[in-house]
């Protein structure tokens, strides 16, 4: 995941929508998207109000895909309804564990 | 947006018809075997014993992983259901059956009523492996699917041989050995279906659950060509020329198949990512130490066997026993709470998720009785296997008693699932 870029002025939305974006859980795991490494971008547009986001699952027949998605989409309209917002299911580049933050890992229960 | 696999609203009922009908075949089979602790004993050729092998098999074993197969094998195989109606038509012919068969095993009456179960649980079977198959027909063939597909063939041609076993009952038109027949049947069963069905889905699913970054994928296609050559081989010899010294050779070979698979679960293991290791995944690695000590148990039955020595019999039992209440039963106590609440979650909590705080699918588990399932469970191995070694009436009731408790928790918490009220998000 790349980190928030401080300078850019859609930072503070954009941290907002990161922030309320770690609500959203892997129901197996347990761990939110973000630690998962599941989101690739977040763009906001403060003047248009529009919120894109680019996001993958663990296999494009995860189980719990829809739910994921419909968790992203239910998260975004509840905390930013006066933004458009689009999610976008991405297969490329594939997920990988790699992609696991290392608070993820210790979400696991790694040291 | 592209679209992501999403469960079909028809799959619920259909997937959790058959973990409850598991569920209370299971709590039947329980009963049962109390009835008939003092049977376990004597020859494993006895018809309260047939009727309740075929319970474990068919009505716990069986019908559980059906179900299980109609909720993964699109998630396995990327892809739809082929046909939910044949589904259940599928279910009502291996329920009638299963009904019909175990009822005319019990009081042994080979007749018209066993020779209908027969047939019934042979297309109901033929259904589910037609459903299976063509589900994964237009799918790149992967190593998972060669051993689902593979398996299906395998339950389909022991549920044949099942079928004619029960007509030669009445009609004998068998040249060879009733009992023969009834051992290829039975490793057909354990081998082809069972093990090959556990291995193909145990080989996607567990490095899910543990987060795995390490697979070793060689050996499962090891595992998959070692099981189905050394089962081919034990079948045609054992056909031909009887139980002979040849039968550990091809055991060693479907052992080496076992052992393959066991290093791929071991790879996945060591690589984890996910340290917690939760109680469905201690069951089913209790269950892979019963699977090992069932195969420790065959030469001791082909040496006795080859020697015409009794303790064959008692070797058998034991061997029958840890295949079913063992190795298939602790799998299926556990991996039920591995797939089960999502299901159910799905149904009630999809359009919730994302908007507030809400229960996870293994809050849906009642987790104090599955810990008191897991520790029942235990005392069950101990006290019933100390039992059948040491020829103890007493030790074997106590055993059967803690398996009935095990069934009544396991059911209770089935039921427990099935009927979740949602509760009130917080927003």
Not at chain 2, 122 to 133: A, C, D, E, K, S
Not at chain 2, 178 to 205: D, N, Q, R, Y
Not at chain 2, 257 to 269: Q, R, T
Not at chain 2, 278 to 302: C, E, M
């Amino acid at each position: 995941m790349t980190l928030p870029d401080i300078a850019g002025k859609e930072t503070a939305v954009r941290t907002k929508v990161i922030d309320a974006l770690r609500i959203v859980l892997d129901p197996e795991l347990g761990i939110n998207i973000i630690d998962m490494g599941l989101v690739y971008s977040v763009e906001v547009d403060e003047e248009k109000k529009s919120i894109e986001l680019d996001m993958t699952l663990s296999s494009p027949a995860c189980p719990m895909g829809t739910s994921i998605v419909s968790a992203v989409e239910n998260c975004l309209t509840h905390y930013f309804d006066q933004f458009t917002r689009s999610v976008n299911l991405v297969w490329e580049p594939a997920w990988s564990y790699e992609r696991i933050t290392e608070e993820g890992k210790q979400l696991l229960g790694n040291e | 947006m592209i679209s992501v696999g999403k469960q079909h609203p028809l799959l619920y009922r259909l997937v959790v018809s058959h973990y409850l009908l598991s569920a209370i075949c299971f709590t039947a089979l329980a009963v049962m075997l109390l009835f008939s602790s003092d049977k376990l004993s004597g020859h494993y050729f006895h018809p309260q014993l047939l009727a309740i092998t075929h319970m474990a098999a068919l009505g716990w074993g069986t019908l559980m992983i059906f179900g299980a197969c109609y909720q993964l094998l699109p998630v396995i195989l990327e892809t739809e259901l082929y046909s939910y109606k044949i589904g259940w038509i599928s279910l009502v012919m291996f329920i009638s059956g299963l009904i019909l068969l175990v009822y005319s095993f019990w009081n042994f009456e080979p007749g018209i009523h066993m020779q209908c179960g027969g047939l019934l649980l042979l297309t109901g079977i033929g259904l589910f492996g037609m459903n299976v198959f063509m589900t994964s027909r237009k799918i790149a063939a992967e190593i998972h699917q060669e051993f689902i597909i593979t398996a299906c063939i395998w339950l389909v041609a022991t549920a044949l041989l099942g079928t004619l076993l029960v007509f030669n009952f009445r009609y004998a038109f068998f040249q060879k050995d009733h009992l023969l027949f009834l051992k290829l049947h039975a490793h057909m069963g354990f081998a082809g279906w069972f093990l090959l069905l556990i291995v193909g889905v145990s080989s996607k699913l567990i490095p899910m659950f543990l987060v795995s970054t390490k697979l070793k994928p060689g050996f499962l296609t090891w595992s998959y060509y070692l099981i189905n050559a050394g089962l081919l081989s034990f079948v045609t010899d054992t056909y031909l020329f009887g139980l002979n010294i040849r039968s550990c050779f091809f055991g060693a070979i479907v052992v080496a198949g076992i052992a393959s698979w066991l290093i791929f679960v071991f790879h996945c293991f060591h690589s984890r990512l996910r340290k917690v290791i939760d109680l469905p995944i201690k069951h089913t690695f209790v269950s892979f130490l019963l699977l090992g000590t069932a195969l420790f148990v065959i030469p001791f039955i082909i040496s006795n066997q080859l020697k015409a020595d009794p303790w064959a019999i008692q070797y058998t039992t034991l061997y029958g026993t840890l295949i079913f209440m063992g190795w298939i039963s602790s799998l299926i106590l556990g991996q039920t709470f591995k797939t089960l609440p999502f299901i159910v979650w799905i149904k009630h909590y999809q359009h919730l998720a994302g908007k507030g705080s809400i229960p996870m699918p293994t809050d849906l588990v009642n987790s104090k009785i599955l810990k008191l399932q897991f520790s029942i469970f235990l005392v069950f191995i101990g006290t019933f296997y100390a039992g059948l070694f040491y020829q103890s009436s007493l030790l074997i009731h106590i055993g059967l008693i803690c398996f009935l408790i095990v069934a009544l928790l396991y059911l209770a918490n089935v039921v427990i699932i099935l009927f979740h009220k949602p509760q009130i998000i917080e927003l």
